[in-house]
């Protein structure tokens, strides 16, 4: 029972002290806020969405841009795709690259960088390439996906885009992913990704990977100007795929840490549970989420592996939706990619297609994504997009337990009377009738 009392006394003493560091640290920073403004990032105001970002890392990769430091940006992501190659995978696409490219230094080649280029070469014409690099007759291409789910077929149609236009062995696809979860099998059968992967024709890179070459990009720069523009890009990212916390409070805490043997050991201790400790909040959220499930709607709650699958979700469903439902899904383990809207309640791809679309569901709801599955489908924004790093969905799943209420819950309630007022109303009888009188309430 002592050693028991002992063990609970060194965790607390951990926490308290930890807590306790980091509000004397805030004050610090709190002090000299007036000159060093910690807090400020250019990024705030500007907001980047996927193109957005995409202009800003396909200016740094081209030569020829306005940051006057030539190909050194280049070489730096060039270095990071070697060094990142898995073992099983060819490197001839890799080499032919890199060989290109020390040509182009010495003027014997010339190098292209295209933003949204049409895929003209093959039958889905209509598809545009994040970014692509020309050097002669090797091509770089990026698909960057920081948020955005991906599109039937699409990077399948880039590789065949690339094939044409480059030839074999002489090409590569990067798939410049928020999480570093590989393109879902609506984008590419895996079969098929797996061939590409292993040939290197197909790399996968994730943005924590990219940030360290932002870190580079930083460190190798010469204008001053464009190092601070880096350094704002560079804690934009961090807090966008890595959780919110900015870098100097990681360094704190992870010196706190590494003081002493003990606070390793109950932080390692701490970092072994944590999946549990998801799961008994995800049960607590079902919990909540049954109590405030609106009038004759159902939640089906179909999250059983959190830590391992890749697609986890819950539904709302009311019986006269039929084939209709509404989801909150996760595209990615531990909880990454959360996304939300109407899904087909259907077994296989051969059952959602023989259920039809609900036309017009954009008009009514806004903005979103469309796919076999899903006649509509939004991403959530941060914090709420990538739960594997961010604190704030845990964290009001806690209070929501403990107080009812957390702007997590209330969002997902909101959208969920939102979506089905929607499909109340565009599903009809053949008379026009709605199908449905009851009113949706919380």
């Known amino acids: 029972m002592d050693e028991v009392t002992n063990k609970k006394s060194e965790i607390e003493h951990f926490f308290s002290t930890l807590q306790a560091k980091c509000e004397s640290f805030a004050d610090f920073m709190r002090l000299y806020e007036p000159s060093l403004a910690p807090r400020f990032n250019l990024f705030d105001f500007i907001g980047p969405n996927e193109n957005k970002l995409s202009e800003i890392i396909a200016f740094f990769l081209d030569p020829k841009a306005s940051h006057g430091q030539g190909d050194v940006f280049l070489r730096i ?3 990071m795709i070697g060094r990142t190659e898995g073992k099983d995978q060819d490197d001839r696409p890799l080499r032919k690259f890199l060989e290109a490219f020390e040509n ?5 080649v010339k190098t292209t960088l295209t933003l949204e280029k049409a895929t003209d070469l093959i039958e889905t014409s209509q598809r545009r390439i994040d970014i692509e690099l020309n050097i002669g007759d090797i091509g770089l291409a990026i698909e960057n996906k920081p948020w955005a789910c991906d599109k039937i077929d699409q990077v399948s149609d880039y590789n065949k885009q690339l094939l044409k236009r480059y030839g074999e ?14 393109p879902s099998e609506k984008s590419v059968a895996g079969k098929e990704r797996v061939a590409l992967t292993s040939s290197g024709h197909l790399k996968i890179l994730s943005y924590r990977e990219f ?64 999946t549990d400790i998801k799961e008994k909040l995800l049960n607590d959220l079902r919990d909540i989420l049954h109590q405030k499930c609106p009038t004759n709607i159902t939640l089906d709650w179909a999250i059983d592996n959190f830590g391992g699958a890749r697609y986890q979700s819950f539904s709302f469903k009311r019986d006269t939706w039929k084939k209709y439902k509404i989801t909150f899904e996760f595209d990615g383990a531990q909880g990454r990619v959360f996304a939300y809207g109407v899904s087909k309640d259907a077994r296989d791809d051969e059952e959602a297609k023989n259920i039809s679309d609900i036309r017009g569901m954009a008009d009514k709801l806004g903005h979103g994504g469309k ?20 604190h704030e969905p845990w964290i009001e799943i806690l209070n929501a337990a403990k107080q ?5 819950v209330n969002r997902i309630i909101g959208e969920v009377v939102r979506i089905a007022e929607v499909l109340d109303q565009m599903l009809l009888d053949d008379n026009g009738v709605s199908i449905t009188d009851t009113p949706i309430s919380g």
């Open 77 to 79: 992501f060039l270095d």
């Open 104 to 108: 182009n230094l010495n003027g014997t």
């Open 169 to 182: 062995n002489r090409y590569l696809l990067i798939y410049l992913s928020g999480t570093g979860e590989p």
């Open 211 to 274: 940030i360290t070459c932002v870190n580079r990009f930083k460190k190798d720069c010469r204008s001053e100007r464009v190092r601070c523009f880096l350094q704002d890009f560079e804690d934009y990212l961090r807090i966008q795929f890595e959780g919110g916390m900015a870098m100097y409070e990681k360094d704190m805490i992870q010196a706190y840490i590494l003081e002493d043997p003990k606070n390793l050991e109950i932080a390692l201790a701490v970092s072994q549970i944590q």
């Open 371 to 390: 796919s076999l599955w899903w006649p509509w489908y939004r991403d959530f924004e941060p914090p709420y997009y990538d739960w594997s790093i961010s």
């Open 404 to 408: 009812g209420e957390s702007p997590l």
